[in-house]
């Protein structure tokens, strides 16, 4: 029955099943983010201070719990039809859920207080990723010809991998080098990488698709070229050399400035492919940031932006970008119209105010006052997105078809 709510039916296909943890792991993270910043600026109630300490746990929780849900649920989703292959079985697909929020509740749980959180939570977030790559990287593997979108966000999960073990190492007591090596890690080697190889293939086909005449425009030396550049602002990032950030960063601006041009479709295009044009505007716009503070680090020596470049990245890219894909797979996928809904809408709208509140956080006078209020926004624009979903992927398909 099309009414009838199970959670039975998230084991139906990854996407239900990755998506549904994401959303969950998406509210929890952030509200008990937001309870510790009120709690930290207001003194309103008691919050524990954790180890590690909050603001590192936070990134880490967004960084390889909260995102990496939602990016497997997509890839163990589309990597067997990349590489023409049968879709993934199910016994594949649920360690990776069941370690993702199983990892997140526990760290969560050590946020608060319970002393063996965070180590376990370290502990079933490495069996979810270990899960996860293992039922990906055979596809590469079996494949007859050579899918490089694929093998790009391979490469990065592989990355990513390697900066959740970094923090495991920080976890067990290493030194505080290696929560800082995995936070940066997880950002330019994992998550960007990840996002653009997706927005490369992915939103010139969508466009293709809606617009009568639009020319879909990929060429792989886009692609070629992102990777030694991303990889040298992480690079120049872990050895702290701020100041030389620039010369990843301006080739950087220039080639997503480039990309946002030839991309946009200049015709009229429906709602829910302009949402996957405007969060990509996001990305000029955090190369501009990174930029400006690198030039003037060189020349002054301070700091001015602090981590504003950081979170146009994180909520203005990572959050739009989220938003729009995660409803647009929503939508197909449970036989829905390709249309955005008002959930879509609210939430796409009000993440872009929070992603300029909290880099206007940076440049205020009170900035714990302003984080609070844009992690407490991040929660009011996601929670109806977060309903809707949750009721889609506990519900059978519209149309009566399987998935």
Not at 248 to 259: E, S
Request: proline share 7%; hydrophobic share 60%; with cysteine.
């Amino acid at each position: 029955m099309a009414g009838t709510l199970s959670p039975r039916l998230l084991a139906n296909a990854p996407h239900r099943l990755m998506f549904f943890v994401g959303a969950s792991n998406l509210l929890l993270g952030m509200l008990w983010w937001t309870a510790w910043l009120v709690a930290a600026r207001w003194q309103m109630f008691a919050m524990p201070q954790p180890s590690p300490y909050a603001g590192w746990l936070h990134a880490y929780v967004m960084q390889y719990q909260m995102l990496p849900s939602f990016i497997f649920g997509f890839l163990l989703t589309v990597f067997p039809k990349w590489t023409g292959q049968p879709d993934i079985a199910r016994s594949r697909y649920l360690p990776v859920g069941i370690g993702l929020f199983g990892g997140q509740i526990a760290t969560l749980l050590g946020a608060l207080g319970w002393p063996h959180g965070v180590a376990l939570g370290v502990l079933l977030t490495l069996f979810g990723w270990l899960a996860g790559l293992s039922a990906l990287a055979p596809l590469l593997w079996r494949e007859t010809g050579i899918t490089w979108h694929a093998r790009s966000c391979l490469a990065a999960l592989v990355v990513g991998f390697a900066g959740l073990l970094a923090w495991t190492v920080f976890v067990l007591g290493g030194s505080p080098l290696w929560m800082f090596a995995s936070i940066k890690i997880g950002s330019f080697g994992f998550l960007l990488p990840v996002y653009f190889t997706v927005a490369h293939r992915m939103f010139p086909f969508f466009a293709a698709s809606a617009v009568p005449g639009y020319q879909a425009w990929r060429p792989m030396w886009v692609l070629a070229m992102f990777w030694p550049l991303v990889l040298l602002h992480l690079g120049l990032e872990l050895v702290h050399a701020y100041r030389w950030l620039w010369l990843a960063d301006l080739p950087l601006l220039a080639m997503t400035t480039a990309l946002c041009w030839k991309w946009w479709p200049r015709q009229p295009h429906p709602a829910l492919l302009a949402v996957l044009f405007v969060g990509l505007a996001w990305l000029p716009l955090t190369f501009a940031l990174y930029l400006s503070q690198s030039i003037a680090y060189l020349l002054t020596g301070v700091f001015w932006l602090g981590r504003a470049p950081a979170h146009a990245l994180f909520i203005g890219f990572f959050g739009s970008v989220l938003v729009a894909m995660v409803t647009r797979v929503t939508q197909g996928h449970s036989g829905r119209p390709l249309h955005l809904p008002a959930a879509a809408w609210f939430a796409f709208v009000a993440i872009q105010l929070v992603a300029l509140m909290r880099i206007v956080a940076e440049l205020a006078p009170d900035q714990m006052a302003w984080q609070a209020a844009a992690a407490a926004g991040w929660l009011l624009a996601f929670l109806p997105w977060v309903a809707r979903m949750g009721r889609i992927y506990l519900s059978p398909r519209i149309d009566g078809r399987p998935g």
